[in-house]
């Protein structure tokens, strides 16, 4: 088995969780810049926090043959305090570096004006530097924020297909769908998507432009739901096939975009699943 977790927080995580996703088939990982849990009251912690997920967060990850890159943004809940709005000015130097794939996590939390303001700024910087952008949808009133991100990300320019929306559900997939972009889920123990619930939605949409994700914060939450959702999908009769498409091949060629995914020495130029031989995805 093969997997690219296209957007899971693995500052959240300890080493042991990376020695369970190398044993389980994880072989890459996109690391969104996000919230911490605990309020940030200056531009230089987010420095911290950058270079920590471009630098020591790569590291880590190699040590179990797992390659990582980062989304690098200022997360839409500290959009609205003033003490971080500097940290825009901050992004250029960060959305330069190899390991940077997109922008991101971008988007809404309460959906008020100083996040709208925030949401344009970032999509016109992943305009002006040729990278995808990874949208966080809110998870209170979603349909709606859903739609007011659409517009937003309409309204920007930017071609939908570089885009991904992310935290969708059965609520909010058509309308996404119907706008172009790539849809993202996280699946989540007790919120957000089931495995089953993921299968679904596969049954009903297809595999194509799909993300399936585990995010794996700080919360109640597992680094190992993208494969359990590649079990419950074999479980279904999908086919292996399918199972690569959108737990590999998709993540690998929404993230391509970028110009800068390595996947180099990700272990294995072939992979094997559920007995099907399977050529590994690159760059």
């Known amino acids: 088995m093969r997997i690219f977790d296209p957007h899971i927080h693995m500052t959240s995580r300890t080493t042991d969780d990376y020695q369970r996703m190398a044993e389980a088939g994880v072989r890459a990982v996109v690391e969104p810049a996000f919230w911490l849990g605990q309020p940030r009251t200056n531009p230089g912690s987010f420095t911290d926090y950058f270079d920590s997920i471009i630098g020591w967060e ?3 990850a190699s040590q179990f043959g797992i390659r990582h890159h980062a ?11 003033p ?12 959305l330069a570096k190899d390991g940077v794939v997109a922008v991101g996590e971008i988007g809404y939390d309460s959906m008020t004006p100083a996040e709208d303001e925030v949401f344009s700024a970032q999509l016109a910087l992943a305009l002006d530097h040729d990278l995808p952008a990874l949208v966080h949808t809110p998870h209170r009133d979603k349909a709606r924020g859903t739609q007011r991100s659409l517009d937003v990300i309409k309204e920007s320019g930017i071609d939908p297909g570089r885009v991904a929306l992310d935290h969708l559900n059965e609520v ?12 993202g889920f996280s699946i989540y123990p007790d919120t957000k998507m089931s495995p089953d619930r993921m299968v679904e939605i596969l049954r009903k949409y297809g595999t194509e432009r799909v993300l399936v994700n585990s995010a794996a914060d700080w919360g109640k939450s597992d680094p190992l739901l993208t494969v359990r959702t590649a079990e419950a999908m074999l479980a279904a009769g999908f086919a292996a096939e399918d199972v690569d498409r ?3 091949r998709n993540p690998v060629d929404f ?3 970028s110009g800068r995914l390595d996947l180099s020495d990700v272990d294995g130029a072939e992979a094997t699943f559920a007995g099907n031989s399977i050529l590994r995805g690159g760059s």
Do not use: H, M
Request: charged fraction near 25%.
């Open 58 to 60: 790569p590291f880590r």
């Open 71 to 81: 989304t690098i943004a200022l997360n839409p809940k500290e959009a609205n305090d």
């Open 83 to 94: 003490r971080c709005r500097p940290v825009l000015d901050l992004l250029p130097r960060y």
């Open 172 to 183: 909010t997939v058509d309308a996404a769908r119907d706008a172009g972009v790539w849809v």
């Open 246 to 248: 959108v737990l590999w």
């Open 255 to 257: 993230y391509s975009q």
